[in-house]
């Protein structure tokens, strides 16, 4: 499921028009992005946590040429889904 699939279906679900759904998804995935470029984690009770991790500059190497690199170090987002979405999923 894209982005446009997910307000498709929440738009249909709620009764509210595509456009407005749309711009309501947009906002929340923004709201979230930010919370986590700020370091913050996001908790969704009986959803999951999303939270963003530094991950340290390590050594790897160039598979086709067998160099040694330096991976520069980064941040990257995590979720961890929550006990309601593992439920769900499990059946």
Known sequence: ?????LADAVAA??????AEV??????V???IT???ARGEKV???????FDSRRVAER???NP?????????????ARFKAGAGLKSALTG
């Open 64 to 76: 086709r040429t067998g160099e040694t690199v330096t991976v520069p170090a980064r941040t990257s």
């Open 13 to 18: 679900q709620v009764g509210r028009p595509r």
């Open 34 to 36: 930010a919370a986590l």
């Open 43 to 49: 908790a969704i009770s009986g959803f999951g946590n």
């Open 22 to 27: 749309a711009a309501t998804v947009d906002a």
């Open 1 to 5: 499921m894209n982005k446009r699939e």
């Open 29 to 31: 995935f923004a709201t």
């Open 59 to 61: 050594l790897g190497r």
